[in-house]
């Protein structure tokens, strides 16, 4: 019982394929209906019409993604990293998608114990961390998720290289700007706001410089946003490109030999 509930919950049985795959599709599904019903609420006239409806259908998801994540506590002792009852369990707790799968609830059960409005509306606001709980569901999402993994240390330098960079722009600017515009660039904090908006190449329009010296600076720093932001862009994209790559060769090997199934197949074209 235990077992094929761990198999059919983490999507890794042979024995039961398709219910694996219903029961993820029906989390899946669920999950964008919440999301769909945060937003709906949101608006005044559909949720004072149907907030009956809309209440009942978040009592309804509260008592599913509950017995989910009690289930997954049952269960996860298959697991052999988490095979001792109780510290296997509580360390179970603090994975990340145990984590988030108990901020999708908690914010209801929290309302029981709270009568402050204003801190119920932001109990309420958390519930969008039902959202995140796709990561669990969705494969393009584990990619994503293998990808900036992989490439986490040249995705820390630039990361580093863009905070850098905004912080000597935002300085540039203010000792550009500040006699002329006291009150918008006031401090290299408040001028950051410009050097963001202009590095990430946006440009709201709000903040903007106006001596000669500014306006020069501002166009060799928006030069400079364009290629910095683009390469991470290009990192990305040729992670995704071998991490693709790589699952379609693994899905290509036979499991049971270890040949290449095109091999098998047509053993004449072997090289």
């Not at 993820?24 to 949101?42: D, G, H, K, P, Y």
């Not at 903040?207 to 928006?222: C, F, M, S, W």
């Amino acid at each position: 019982m235990k077992k094929t509930l761990f198999e059919v919950m983490e999507d890794s049985s042979n024995s039961y394929p398709r219910t694996s795959k219903a029961f993820t599709l029906f989390i899946m599904v669920l999950i964008l209906l919440n999301a769909l019903a945060i937003v709906l609420e949101t608006v005044e006239p559909i949720y004072a019409k149907y907030w009956v409806y809309l209440d009942i259908f978040d009592l309804l998801s509260v008592f599913i993604f509950s017995l989910e994540y009690c289930a997954r506590l049952y269960c996860c002792t298959e697991d052999p990293r988490y095979q001792h009852p109780v510290f296997g369990r509580i360390r179970f707790m603090f994975t990340p998608f145990a984590i988030i799968d108990l901020l999708a609830i908690i914010p209801f059960y929290l309302t029981f114990f709270v009568n402050d409005l204003r801190f119920l509306r932001l109990i309420r606001l958390l519930r969008i961390f039902r959202v995140i709980k796709l990561v669990r569901y969705s494969k393009a999402l584990h990619t994503f998720g293998h990808v900036a993994r992989d490439k986490k240390e040249e995705l820390v330098i630039i990361a580093i290289a863009a905070t850098i960079l905004i912080f000597l722009t935002s300085s540039l600017m203010y000792y550009a700007e500040h006699e002329a515009q006291p009150d918008i660039f006031s401090s290299i904090p408040a001028s950051m706001w410009w050097a963001v908006v202009t590095l990430t190449t946006v440009g709201y329009g709000d903040v903007y410089p106006v001596t000669d010296l500014g306006k020069a600076l501002g166009a060799v720093i928006a030069l400079f946003g364009i290629g910095m932001f683009a390469i991470p862009a290009g990192i990305l994209g040729a992670a995704f490109m071998e991490e693709i790559e790589d699952q379609r060769d693994k899905a290509a090997i036979c499991p049971h030999c270890g040949e290449p199934i095109s091999t098998r197949r047509y053993p004449n074209k072997r090289e």
